[in-house]
């Protein structure tokens, strides 16, 4: 069945450094695919998205890039801010059921 | 804008006990959905309705009940509390099946004893 993989944690970088969380995913036909934050105690909210190959999401200085021929969809940042501290979870629209299939998570802490 | 409501939002209950955790959201979304989230496991799927009237079971459905009444409303029932059921309870919902992103409450944090 459909599944996502992403690096696992937690990521510890000082504040302005550039951070990459990798992702991978396996799905049959051709899904959309996200990423979503969450803050301590919170729910998840939507950070970026990407509906088909090549396409780029960016949301607050963050962006993913659709690679369907190497099947991934890493989360990049150029310049990190401690408010950036949270869990970042990667997702495709895949499941039989309309709903969402997530990674574990990948908890990054930014020090000043 | 309230978006997704989920309460209570803590719960502490001992085992065998019942409780209904509620979701309700004000964006006329007909797809809604339950997932529990456990460290290391990432968001797993409880249960989904496509609309009002209409419910389905998703990934991990045992030991919970749910049911569509309005389009509004998707309460989660706990039947008999087990330790397993501890966990972080997260309701969601989007415009339909195909059209994500899917909108997520803040959670419900419950720990059965």
């Known amino acids: 069945g459909d599944s996502v993989t992403q690096m696992e944690g937690p990521v510890t970088l000082s504040e302005e450094a550039f951070l990459t969380i990798n992702c991978t995913y396996t799905?049959?036909?051709?899904?959309?695919l996200f990423w979503y934050v969450q803050y301590p105690g919170e729910g998840l909210q939507l950070l970026l998205k990407?509906?088909?190959?090549?396409d780029k999401g960016s949301n607050k200085g963050f962006e993913a890039t659709y690679r369907k021929e190497t099947t991934s969809f890493h989360l990049e940042k150029g310049s990190v801010q401690v408010s950036d501290s949270a869990v970042y979870f990667c997702a495709l629209s895949g499941g039989s059921q309309g709903n969402l299939i997530f990674g574990k998570g990948t908890k990054l802490s930014v020090k000043p | 804008n309230a978006g997704v409501t989920q309460t209570p939002k803590f719960q502490v209950l001992k085992t065998g006990q019942s409780m209904t955790l509620q979701c309700a959201q004000d964006m006329n979304h007909e797809y809604m959905s339950w997932y529990r989230q456990d460290p290391g496991m990432g968001l797993r799927l409880i249960h989904y309705s496509v609309g009002a009237g209409i419910t389905d079971q998703g990934e991990v459905p045992n030991g919970y009940n749910v049911s569509r009444s309005t389009t509004e409303d998707f309460p989660l029932r706990l039947l008999s509390a087990a330790p397993s059921q501890t966990s972080v309870y997260f309701c969601?919902?989007?415009?339909?099946?195909?059209?994500?992103?899917?909108?997520f409450g803040d959670g419900t944090r419950l720990s059965i004893l």
């Open positions: 990407a509906t088909k190959a090549d």
């Open positions: 969601a919902s989007s415009q339909d099946r195909e059209n994500q992103p899917q909108h």
């Open positions: 799905a049959t036909g051709y899904p959309s």
